[in-house]
T-cell receptor, first 116, second 110 residues
Framework: DTGVSQDPRHKITKRGQNVTFRCDPISEHNRLYWYRQTLGQGPEFLTY????????KSRLLSDRFSAERPKGSFSTLEIQRTEQGDSAMYLC??????????????FGNGTRLTVT | DAKTTQPNSMESNEEEPVHLPCNHSTISGTDYIHWYRQLPSQGPEYVIH???SNVNNRMASLAIAEDRKSSTLILHRATLRDAAVYYCILKSSGTYKYIFGTGTRLKVLA
């Protein structure tokens, strides 16, 4: 179990630029989640995938955000035309499949985005 | 999604038990109670979950009230490494989505 890995750990970008983050889940996990966390708040749900299918997306997620999970393995989260309000920690998590709704989430250590 | 209420912060002395409360008065019959914790500069990690009966694992114990409107996470012997934000989450059946609140920040005093 090598854990969930995220890349990069830190990203500084200028307002208006596009950024892309990568998440590699635990290999046998077929569910993958993206969360966003700002200082002093709990993680906020963005979206999740079952294999390559994006099954749910937060209504709070602007259309500048897009996530993909080609082939049901790694996932990318892209933010277009970044704004200062996008500055946050972006967390990825994965969980095992099957019929259980209670499979624990395994989180990576996140990508910290700073928009200047 | 059903809501949970937790104290913003708590303090405990090292090597003493810690009881972290969570109120969830609107819990439905099929909602599971999950606990995660987040250490500084890390992603959250799973602690424990349960439905009705009390649960124990190597990290903690979960005590669930008989009416299920509240629960308590018990750390039997707090260490400095247990200083973290602890999140109590109600997990609905029929969705794989976990909704986090703002949690309880636990400070452990040496």
């Amino acid at each position: 179990d090598t854990g969930v890995s995220q890349d990069p750990r830190h990203k500084i970008t200028k307002r208006g630029q596009n950024v892309t983050f990568r998440c590699d889940p635990i290999s046998e996990h077929n569910r993958l989640y993206w969360y966003r966390q700002t200082l002093g708040q709990g993680p906020e749900f963005l979206t999740y995938f079952q294999n390559e299918a994006q099954l749910e997306k937060s209504r709070l997620l602007s259309d500048r955000f897009s996530a993909e999970r080609p082939k049901g393995s790694f996932s990318t989260l892209e933010i277009q035309r970044t704004e200062q309000g996008d500055s946050a920690m972006y967390l990825c998590a994965s969980s095992q499949g099957g019929s259980s709704y209670n499979s624990p989430l395994h989180f990576g250590n996140g990508t910290r985005l700073t928009v200047t | 999604d059903a809501k949970t209420t937790q104290p913003n912060s708590m303090e405990s002395n090292e090597e003493e038990p810690v009881h972290l409360p969570c109120n969830h008065s609107t819990i439905s019959g099929t909602d599971y109670i999950h606990w995660y914790r987040q250490l500084p500069s890390q992603g959250p990690e799973y602690v424990i979950h349960g439905l009705t009966s009390n649960v124990n694992n190597r990290m903690a114990s979960l005590a669930i009230a008989e009416d299920r409107k509240s629960s308590t996470l018990i750390l039997h012997r707090a260490t400095l490494r247990d200083a973290a934000v602890y999140y109590c989450i109600l997990k609905s059946s029929g969705t794989y989505k976990y909704i986090f609140g703002t949690g309880t920040r636990l400070k452990v005093l040496a």
